[in-house]
């Protein structure tokens, strides 16, 4: 008798678990050359990245007369390089195979390189001034100067021409040749030069220069550059560094005596006039190419003594620097004491203008209660003006 019926329902349950089909992805990364360049190197530098870390990776290198595998280095285990050294002149292709740290791999594209170590004729320019970062005077002249070396073989006729940047943030405009033009203009000549010692020979320099008249409004900043270009269509052009130019107002004064001496003197002596006063030997002046200097400043220091003598304190015996008294007149009795401090020189609020000279006189007074032997210290000449 069938007392009952045990029922068992089974139920099926699928877990699936899904391989792992994830392969790197293999991107060539400075200094690699680009697929296809041209070197003169014997070496080539090989560098890559991968989206996954890699247990290994290999490089296929070789060329038409057959391949090779090479074990790559690592800094990481994303990163990857090879040096590829003592290479032939050949074309070379290469790959490089990657396996992830599951185990699969993937191909990087194959890529190609030429090692042609025949060199060829190249030019080598370098703008020797202005230096970066320079001011230049606004409505005056200043002068560019660059060279250029002949590198590996004869470079034919080569030629110059200075630049500016006009729209981009590089030079990309040669500087004008019309008077009065913004923001630079060249006085004289032409703005494209020869090479005096043209035909350049292998390893010959040749060096050309522009006067540039600056019309850039003041504290305006320009890019200066020079291109070189040769008649032979094989060598490319090559252009100079950058040199960063600020239009400004710039003051040059020149002192033409290096030194005031009053000779042998015994303490107590006053009044005491500078050799050459009388001669109008004193004079400093403002450069040609100079901005006017509406102010002239002079200021000086103590006398000390030469050999170093102390006085019963321990300090070196000096004449105070107001007993030494300068003028802009050849009288005395007007001259004014020198002082620690900045004094303005041309009192008579009369500038000095462009090429103009000014003429100082010096009396000494020496004080009693010093010691023989020589005195000497430095007077300071400053020049500056005002603008809006």
């Given at each position: 008798m069938i007392k009952g019926i045990l029922l068992y329902l089974g139920l099926l349950i699928a877990v699936i678990i899904p391989f792992s089909y994830a392969i790197p992805t293999v991107t060539f990364v400075l200094p690699t050359e680009n697929n296809g360049t041209t070197t003169n190197d014997k070496y080539t530098y090989i560098n890559i990245t991968s989206d996954e870390p890699l247990n290994q990776a290999l490089i296929e290198w070789g060329n038409a007369s057959g391949f090779t595998n090479i074990t790559m280095d690592n800094s990481s285990t994303t990163n990857w390089y090879i040096n590829m050294t003592g290479l032939s002149d050949h074309t070379y292709n290469y790959t490089v195979w990657a396996q992830n740290t599951t185990g699969n791999s993937n191909q990087s594209q194959r890529q190609f390189i030429t090692i042609n170590t025949t060199k060829y004729p190249r030019i080598f320019p370098t703008i020797i001034i202005p230096e970066d970062t320079t001011s230049v005077p606004q409505n005056r002249t200043f002068v560019v100067n660059a060279s250029v070396v002949c590198m590996y073989a004869n470079c034919s006729n080569v030629s110059a021409r200075v630049r500016y940047?006009?729209?981009?943030?590089?030079?990309?405009?040669?500087?004008?040749?019309?008077?009065?033009?913004?923001?630079?203009?060249?006085?004289?000549?032409?703005?494209?030069?020869?090479?005096?010692?043209?035909?350049?020979?292998?390893?010959?320099?040749?060096?050309?220069?522009?006067?540039?008249?600056?019309?850039?409004?003041?504290?305006?900043?320009?890019?200066?550059?020079?291109?070189?270009?040769?008649?032979?269509?094989?060598?490319?052009?090559?252009?100079?560094?950058?040199?960063?130019?600020?239009?400004?107002?710039?003051?040059?004064?020149?002192?033409?005596?290096?030194?005031?001496?009053?000779?042998?003197?015994?303490?107590?002596?006053?009044?005491?006039?500078?050799?050459?006063?009388?001669?109008?030997?004193?004079?400093i002046s403002v450069d040609s190419n100079s901005g006017e200097a509406e102010y002239l400043w002079i200021k000086g220091e103590n006398l000390t003594n030469d050999d170093g003598i102390l006085n019963d304190d321990g300090v070196v015996y000096y004449i105070p620097v107001y007993e030494l008294k300068w003028n802009i007149y050849n009288t005395v009795a007007t001259a004014r004491n020198m002082s620690e401090s900045w004094q303005k020189l041309n009192y008579d609020n009369i500038p000095l203008s462009t090429g103009e000279n000014k003429t100082l006189f010096w009396w000494l007074n020496i004080p009693y209660g010093i010691a023989k032997g020589g005195y000497s210290s430095l007077i300071y000449l400053m020049a500056n003006c005002s603008y809006s």
């Open positions: 940047n006009k729209t981009t943030s590089l030079p990309d405009e040669d500087i004008n040749t019309t008077t009065g033009a913004k923001p630079f203009y060249l006085p004289s000549g032409t703005n494209a030069q020869n090479c005096s010692n043209n035909p350049l020979e292998k390893d010959e320099i040749c060096y050309i220069n522009w006067t540039v008249n600056t019309t850039a409004d003041l504290h305006k900043t320009y890019e200066i550059d020079v291109i070189f270009e040769s008649t032979n269509a094989s060598i490319p052009d090559n252009n100079t560094a950058d040199s960063t130019v600020e239009s400004a107002i710039i003051i040059t004064i020149t002192t033409h005596f290096d030194e005031v001496d009053f000779g042998l003197n015994d303490p107590g002596d006053s009044g005491i006039a500078a050799p050459q006063n009388n001669n109008y030997y004193y004079n």
